[in-house]
C-alpha cells in the first residue's frame, strides 16, 4: 500500500528538499505541503495523510501546536534545524527527528518505520529505539562544519569560504551570501545553513544568519528592539529580533 505523506515546512528549498527525496521511494505518495500552522492544520484534516513531515519553528506557533489543532492525527517525523526539541518530539509519540539538511538514509529509515507502524497498528518508538535515535542525532550535531559553501552567480559556481561570509540573508524563497565581493545564491535554506556553520553564525532574524565575527555593534532602537551593524563597506544594519536578542546576549554579553 502506498503511504500518504504531507510535509509542513515554512522554508521553500527544505521543502523541495523533502521532495525530491521522497520521489525516489517506492510506495510513497506526497498529498501537499504547507508553510505555516494554520494551512498545515488546513492541509492534515483535509488529505488525512498517513505520515507528516514537521517542522518545529513555523509561522503561527510550532509544530506541537500544530499536533494539538488537528482532528486527523498522523505518524509524525519531526524536520528541524535544532536538536534541543527531541526528546520533546519523542513525548508526543513522534517515530523519528530529523536534523536539516535531511539525510536520504535517514528519512528511508524513518518512511520505513512509518510503514511498518502503519501495519502493526502502532504508533511511536520504544524506549530503546528512541534512546538510539538520540544518540544518532548528537552523532550528526558533532558532524564539522563545511569548509565550503556552494552558491551561483550568474552561470558562475562559487565555493565560499564561510570565513568570507559577511551575513547569509533570505528575500522570499531565495537565499543569498553577503560577501566583500557582493552576493551569491546559494541553495540551502537558512535553517540548514545555521546548523552547519553554529559556533561562527548566529541567527539573528527570520531573515539574517551572520557571521559573529564580522558583528561591529549592536545599536538598541524604540520600543526594546536592537540593530546588528555589520563590519562591511556599508556598515550595514540588520534587524535583531527580540526573541533571538536574548540568545545573543548569552553567547556575546552587552
Given at each position: 500500500m502506498t503511504l500518504r505523506v504531507a510535509i509542513v515546512d515554512d522554508e521553500k528549498p527544505a521543502r523541495d528538499r523533502l521532495k525530491r527525496l521522497l520521489a525516489a521511494m517506492p510506495d510513497v505518495a506526497l498529498v501537499g505541503e504547507a508553510g505555516d500552522v494554520a494551512s498545515a492544520v488546513e492541509l492534515i484534516d483535509r488529505e488525512r495523510p498517513e505520515l507528516c513531515l514537521l517542522d518545529v519553528q513555523i509561522p503561527g506557533g510550532d509544530g506541537f501546536e500544530v499536533l494539538r489543532l488537528v482532528e486527523h492525527l498522523p505518524q509524525v517525523v519531526f524536520t528541524t534545524a535544532f536538536d534541543h526539541y527531541a526528546v520533546r518530539a519523542f513525548e508526543v509519540n513522534s517515530l523519528d527527528y530529523l536534523l536539516k539538511p535531511v539525510h536520504r538514509e535517514r528519512l528511508q529509515n524513518a518512511v520505513h518505520r512509518a510503514q511498518q507502524a502503519r501495519e502493526r497498528g502502532t504508533g511511536g518508538v520504544d524506549a530503546g529505539t528512541m534512546q538510539r535515535l538520540l544518540e544518532e542525532l548528537r552523532a550528526q550535531r558533532a558532524a564539522p562544519a563545511p569548509s565550503r559553501i556552494p552558491a551561483k552567480?550568474?552561470?558562475?559556481?562559487?565555493?565560499?569560504?564561510?570565513?568570507?561570509?559577511?551575513?547569509?540573508?533570505?528575500?522570499?524563497?531565495?537565499?543569498?551570501?553577503?560577501?566583500l565581493d557582493g552576493r551569491a545564491l546559494v541553495e540551502r535554506p537558512l535553517g540548514e545553513l545555521e546548523v552547519l556553520l553554529a559556533g561562527?553564525?548566529?541567527?539573528?532574524?527570520?531573515?539574517?544568519?551572520?557571521?559573529?565575527?564580522?558583528?561591529?555593534?549592536?545599536?538598541?532602537?524604540?520600543?526594546?528592539?536592537?540593530?546588528?551593524?555589520?563590519?562591511?563597506?556599508?556598515?550595514?544594519a540588520l534587524p535583531l529580533s527580540r526573541r533571538q536578542a536574548q540568545k545573543l546576549r548569552e553567547i556575546i554579553p552587552w
Open positions: 552567480r550568474g552561470a558562475k559556481i562559487l565555493l565560499l569560504d564561510p570565513a568570507d561570509v559577511i551575513w547569509f540573508e533570505s528575500e522570499g524563497e531565495l537565499v543569498h551570501a553577503r560577501t561562527s553564525f548566529f541567527r539573528i532574524h527570520r531573515s539574517y544568519v551572520v557571521h559573529l565575527s564580522k558583528v561591529g555593534a549592536i545599536v538598541p532602537e524604540d520600543g526594546g528592539t536592537y540593530r546588528v551593524v555589520m563590519k562591511d563597506d556599508a556598515h550595514t
